[in-house]
Nanobody, 118 residues
Framework: QVHVVESGGGLVQAGGSLRLSCTAS????????MGWFRQAPGKEREFVGV???????NYAESAKGRFTISRDNAKNTVYLQMRSLKPEDTAVYFC????????????WGQGTEVTVSS
């Protein structure tokens, strides 16, 4: 069982920045692929970005150029650095762990809320 916890959400003005953190339990965190997702009010959850076990990032079009995902395996932590935030980035942000051998997003955090004011 992997326990995932997000933190760092809050209220920020449009154009501002925010960094979310996500920690996941387990001895083999370096083998996890970690994904970020978000769900805005009244909308379905959507993919934001991912960082693979080999530290290769990939982003949704809405995140490219503004968001950066990184990881610190020594701290069992992955980060989502968000810049140039827009009101439409307002959502609950979730982190999920995909573990070997299936690499499916089986473990999810409770989410952290981000509100971007205009």
């Amino acid at each position: 069982q992997v326990h995932v916890v997000e933190s760092g959400g809050g209220l920020v003005q449009a154009g501002g920045s925010l960094r979310l953190s996500c920690t996941a339990s387990g001895r083999t965190f370096s083998d996890y692929t970690m994904g970020w997702f978000r769900q805005a009010p009244g909308k379905e959850r959507e993919f934001v970005g991912v960082i693979t076990w080999s530290s290769l990032p990939n982003y949704a079009e809405s995140a490219k150029g503004r968001f950066t995902i990184s990881r610190d395996n020594a701290k069992n932590t992955v980060y989502l650095q968000m810049r140039s935030l827009k009101p439409e980035d307002t959502a609950v942000y979730f982190c999920a762990a995909a573990t070997p051998p299936r690499y499916k997003y089986d473990y999810w955090g409770q989410g952290t809320e981000v509100t971007v004011s205009s």
